[in-house]
């Protein structure tokens, strides 16, 4: 009955985002207690206390950049439109283009992206996160930034990150920048 709902679940996830959920149907029908170990990631995933929801997003997008090649970035970019993710922003995060990023963006944007380059200016961006919205909020950046890498690199390791695509932003393509020149 369990795996039933789940399949259920990840076939709708599919149809309204217009994403190959695959990888987690063979995990589902290969190994179920995996399947199950691994689905509450996807509502951790979604963990907010401190930081504004486009904040929150831009991590997400910087760690989906830094582990696909387009359909999870997608995604995700899709995910910060329907929760109300200014288009605008989106489109910065993938230029990297900081100048065009809200103050807000930009510091989401510079913490993840240090951490994910595992820069020497991460401490520097993780004092100010902290300063803006506190402990809670280099937590749920973090989070945001760390589990946003893992749905692609499971992807990958299972076999199935085998599309690369464009990322569109409301129909839009846009050109991302995977790191800085």
Known sequence: MRS????????????????????????????????????????????????????????????ALAEDCGPCTQLVVDMALEAGTAKDQIEAVLRRDPRAMSDTTRLAFRFADAVARRSIDDEEFRDAVRAQWGEKGVIDLTLALQLGRIFPMVKAGLGYAKECRRVTVDGHNVDVVKQAA
Do not use: Q
């Open 4 to 63: 039933w709902i789940a399949r259920r679940t990840l076939r709708a996830f599919a149809r309204r985002y217009g994403y190959d959920v695959s990888y987690l149907e063979v995990m589902l029908n290969c190994s179920p207690s995996a399947f199950f170990k691994f689905a509450p990631l996807m509502k951790a995933a979604a963990h907010r206390e401190a930081v504004p929801i486009n904040a929150s997003f831009t991590a997400k997008i910087v760690g």
